[in-house]
């Protein structure tokens, strides 16, 4: 999109932190110059289920820098939303 001088947009609506990091990682990228769409978690839950939850500052959501998607899982708050596990193995 940017060699081709496209413009590209990001955004999402009902994710938890999970994906409002990845969506905030990409929405960073070179080539994202159309306003994104990407909220605070609070908006839509209670409680997320990461340890740092998106919020916004000055109109915008800060892009984590941690490792991988840079969040980390609230292991007691996911136990709290969990209704059933399921093991899939080859």
């Known amino acids: 999109a940017v060699a081709a001088g496209v ?3 990001c955004g999402g609506m009902l994710e938890t932190g999970i994906g409002r990091a990845a969506n905030a990682a990409l929405a960073a ?3 994202f110059t159309l ?15 990461v340890t740092e939850p998106a919020v916004i ?13 840079g969040i980390e899982i609230d292991h007691a708050a996911l136990e709290a939303v969990t209704v059933r596990r399921e093991r899939i193995t080859r």
């Open 29 to 31: 990228l070179p080539g």
């Open 57 to 69: 500052e000055d109109g915008h959501v800060r892009v984590p820098t941690g490792p991988g998607l």
């Open 7 to 9: 413009p590209v947009w």
């Open 35 to 49: 306003p994104g769409d990407i909220s605070a978690s609070a908006r839509f839950y209670t409680r997320d289920i």
